[in-house]
């Protein structure tokens, strides 16, 4: 039954923009929450000793919590900062649920089950963008994906960045688990395909930067070769040149050789079938600039509290980009902004202990956690419920990592480790 409520909560965190009859507030909010107390629920005689062992931990998310609560309370903007509060309330229950799930098994064939669902669910949702590339006016995308961005691709995922990051993600994944027999080399070729057109569709300066990271990575841990990753690279530079808006995005828009469909094909059907502007990795880089120092002329002004949680893209980011919605583009800053000096410290310190945890984890757990926090330090994606879910599921695996099983891990196989 428990596995039944894992399946669940990787298949809310999609709900994103289905809304409860008669009220305006997203299935996931409920449903999120509910199947993590039905983990909880079912696991109580194991709390005690969850919580006696993790007790630092849980002492350090939880003035993590109290805080952004408290500088939420004190806000200009209470309304939206307490909002956005509640709505980040259940990612509390969401890691402790993970912590529950992932204690004393981090061995198991169970955690591989775990680990397959999360590859399944990524290779589902590359397989939905690369479809939503093409039929972007589909029922389904009418009914999941949130307002349009430019690629029409992943908005299930609220935007083609986070989306762009998660399959970068999913492909480092799928190399780690075959590497280590627990998917067919059939799998990983199909992982392979879908996530590196997947991510060259997106026109994701940071998922294409992840990539990289996630291949350095795998190769000093001797997942893949070098061959293998001159191989993997080279695949997505070729998708990257072939796709019209990819070339847009490197700055090659009036290039007459890239993209590569243009030797084939006049008028190609992916440039821009809806008009929209796309902006070069030049043209955003400088636009993060802009926020990062709106953040800082932000946590200046209110260095105790801050503005509140969600506040900066409701109220700051608007006067960046001209609409809300745009955060500070890189996390720390964002929760300075927010949260003041003490959240930041706060925030600082939950990451130290989670990285005292990681060095005793195996690669499977170590290279997804470090690309989910690098793809972060130029983008916030902590409100993007399925980005969030998995990373939450990866830090709670790696806190329940032990040396001990690390060191069984490296006799039976050292040259995974």
């Keep these: 039954m428990i596995n039944i409520f894992f399946l669940l909560i990787l298949f809310s965190s999609l709900l994103g923009r289905i809304k409860f009859p008669g009220i305006n507030i997203g299935i996931h909010y409920l449903l999120l929450p509910a199947f993590s107390l039905g983990i909880i629920s079912l696991s109580l005689k194991s709390i005690p000793e969850v919580v006696k062992k993790h007790q630092i931990i849980l002492i350090s998310i939880s003035l993590m919590y109290l805080w952004m ?35 004393k098994k981090i061995a198991t064939p169970t955690l591989t089950f775990y680990y397959r669902c999360i590859l399944y669910l990524l290779q589902i949702i590359a397989g939905l963008g690369f479809l939503e590339v093409f039929l972007p006016n589909n029922g389904i995308f009418k009914l999941l994906k949130f307002p349009s961005f430019y690629p029409e691709i992943g908005s299930i995922m609220q935007n083609p960045n986070q989306f762009g990051v998660i399959v970068a993600i999913g492909l480092c994944l799928s190399l780690i688990l075959e590497k280590q027999n627990k998917i067919s080399k059939i799998e990983l070729n199909i992982s392979e395909l879908i996530f590196t057109i997947s991510l060259a569709l997106s026109a994701s300066g940071n998922g294409w930067v992840i990539f990289i990271i ?37 700055g090659l828009a009036d290039s007459k050789i890239f993209p590569l469909s243009n030797v ?8 821009n079938p809806h008009g ?27 260095p105790l509290t801050g503005i509140g949680i969600g506040v900066f893209p409701d109220q700051i980011g608007v006067k960046v980009w001209g609409k809300k919605g745009y955060h500070a583009h890189n996390i720390f800053l964002n929760v300075s902004a927010e949260q003041g000096i003490p959240g930041l410290l706060l925030f600082t310190n939950f990451l130290a202990k989670i990285a005292f945890k990681v060095k005793y984890a195996n690669p499977l757990i170590t290279v997804p956690i470090i690309m989910f926090l690098a793809s972060q330090i130029a983008d916030v994606f902590t409100e993007d419920y399925t980005f969030t879910t998995i990373e939450f599921y990866f830090i709670a695996a790696a806190i329940n990592s032990r040396k001990d099983v690390v060191d069984v891990v490296m006799q039976l196989k050292p040259e995974i480790i």
């Design 264 to 271: 084939f094909i006049e008028n190609s059907n992916l440039l």
């Design 69 to 103: 609560w408290l500088s939420s309370l004190m806000s200009e903007f209470p309304n939206t900062a307490i909002t956005y509060s509640l709505k980040y309330s259940t990612y509390y229950i969401l890691f402790f649920a993970f912590l529950i799930l992932t204690f």
């Design 276 to 302: 929209k502007k796309i902006s070069t990795l030049v043209g955003t880089g400088f636009s993060r600039f802009e926020m990062w120092q709106a953040a800082i002329n932000e946590t200046i002004k209110r």
């Design 214 to 250: 996630g291949m350095f990575l795998l190769l000093i841990y001797k997942i893949i070769s070098f061959r293998k990753m001159i191989y993997l690279t080279s695949l997505l530079f070729l998708c990257i040149v072939t796709v019209p808006v990819s070339t847009r995005r490197i």
